[in-house]
Structures are given as structure tokens and as C-alpha cells.
């Protein structure tokens, strides 16, 4: 073979590879290599189908060791245990009975169908675990949580709850105890959902749902300084 053909054919040929590789890079880095690139209005469902909201009963009376609650809406949840600290967004339910999930990786949503955090009873909140073309979505190391981790929830007033971790379980989609999971609580809780599991290609939805519940607490006041000379 000629030696400039030779010479054009290898060149070639390595621009074929650093462009594959540079394609290979873009693909982790975005995380979409060993899921399906579907598309976004296909995400993966937070939530659980076809809810049966609990029936309506008397208003959660918040326990007397807190405070009266306070009304102004719900501006973010914060863990720092899992590097969480995101917006709070509000959805419900659609005509089908299905949660709504977050339009994005990085909000997480209150539904309205659940306490309102600082009224009593169980608020309850979900976010994706996984985007396409993102990666890692906001609830990514949720479970990484243990117990008497503090899960904080910020209003738009700057008023504060603090929760602590006291269960985290993971259950599957179809058989799970829905009313157990979002329906009302005995003591002021969080419970946060997101997905788990084995992620189908097909169907674009994991198998498992991960649980995480709270227990809301007090703040802690920080111990008095000593005075000066001691």
C-alpha cells in the first residue's frame, strides 16, 4: 500500500477513536451509560400509582411540646447528612390517582394531600434519584441516611422544623402500603420517597420505592460560653 494512503487511513482512524472516546466521556459524565436515554417526559415515577387518599378527618393537632405552626408556604428541605439542600415545589395528585413527580432533578416536591410541616401529622415529600442527561438527581443519597439524621424544613419566613431519621425502608412499587407511607401519623413526621431498586428500560420506572420517615424534634439550644478567666 502507498505510504501516504497508509499515512491518511491511521489518521483517520484516530480521530475516529478520540471522537468515540470524547462521545464515551460525555456519556458518564452525564450519567446516562447502562440506563435507556429516554425521554424526559417519560421520567422515572417518584411517587406510587393509583392512590387511594386517606379520608378526610379532623385538622392534626400539633403536639404541645412545639409551638402553634406557622402557615407560610414551604421554601426548602435541607439534610446535610445526604448534601441535600433544595427547593420545595408543590404537587398532588392526577386524575388517575398517580403522584405528580418533580419536572426536574433538582426539586423536590410537597404533596398537598399531606400535612402541612408544623400543623401535625405526616407531610410528605418526593424527588428523583436519577435524571436523564444529569445523573445523580437530588434524592441520590437519601440512602445513605441512618437514624437521628436531621432533616430540616425551611419556609419561605425563615421559620425552621427539625425532624430526626427513625426509619428507612425500602419497599416495592406495586405491593407497598401506600396508606401506611403517606397517610396521617400518630406524631409530627416527614416521610420522603424516592425510587430504588432495578430500573426497567421498558417501562422507565424502578421497581422499588425508598422510604425514608422523621420524627419531628426540638432545637437544641447551643451551650452557654464560659465566662471570661475561667
Not at 477513536?17 to 422515572?44: H, N, R
Not at 405526616?122 to 441512618?146: C, E, M, Q, S, T
Not at 420505592?209 to 437544641?220: C, G, H, M, P, S
Amino acid at each position: 500500500m502507498n505510504q501516504n494512503k497508509l499515512s491518511v487511513i491511521l489518521i483517520t482512524v484516530g480521530t475516529l477513536l478520540i471522537v468515540a472516546a470524547i462521545g464515551l466521556m460525555a456519556v458518564v459524565a452525564t450519567g446516562v451509560i447502562g440506563t435507556t436515554d429516554y425521554s424526559s417526559d417519560l421520567e422515572t415515577v417518584v411517587g406510587f400509582g393509583d392512590i387511594t387518599l386517606p379520608t378526610p378527618g379532623p385538622s392534626p393537632t400539633p403536639s404541645a411540646e412545639f409551638p402553634p405552626g406557622d402557615p407560610a408556604a414551604i421554601d426548602r428541605i435541607v439534610i446535610a447528612d445526604a448534601e441535600i439542600d433544595a427547593p420545595i415545589v408543590v404537587k398532588g395528585v392526577d386524575n388517575a390517582g398517580v403522584m405528580i413527580a418533580p419536572d426536574n432533578a433538582y426539586d423536590v416536591a410537597w404533596y398537598d394531600f399531606s400535612a402541612h410541616p408544623g400543623f401535625g401529622g405526616n407531610a410528605v415529600f418526593a424527588g428523583h434519584v436519577d435524571y436523564i442527561r444529569v445523573g445523580p438527581a437530588v434524592f441520590w443519597n437519601l440512602k445513605d441516611l441512618d437514624p437521628g439524621d436531621v432533616i430540616e424544613v425551611r419556609l419561605v419566613n425563615g421559620t425552621a422544623y427539625k425532624y430526626a431519621v427513625t426509619l428507612k425502608q425500602q419497599y416495592d412499587s406495586v405491593t407497598a402500603p401506600v396508606d401506611t407511607i403517606v397517610g396521617a401519623t400518630p406524631t409530627e413526621s416527614v416521610t420522603l420517597i424516592t425510587c430504588g431498586g432495578t430500573f426497567n428500560p421498558t417501562t422507565h420506572q424502578y421497581d422499588k420505592r425508598l422510604v425514608v420517615r422523621a420524627e419531628r424534634i426540638k432545637d437544641i439550644p447551643a451551650a452557654p460560653g464560659l465566662p471570661p478567666g475561667s
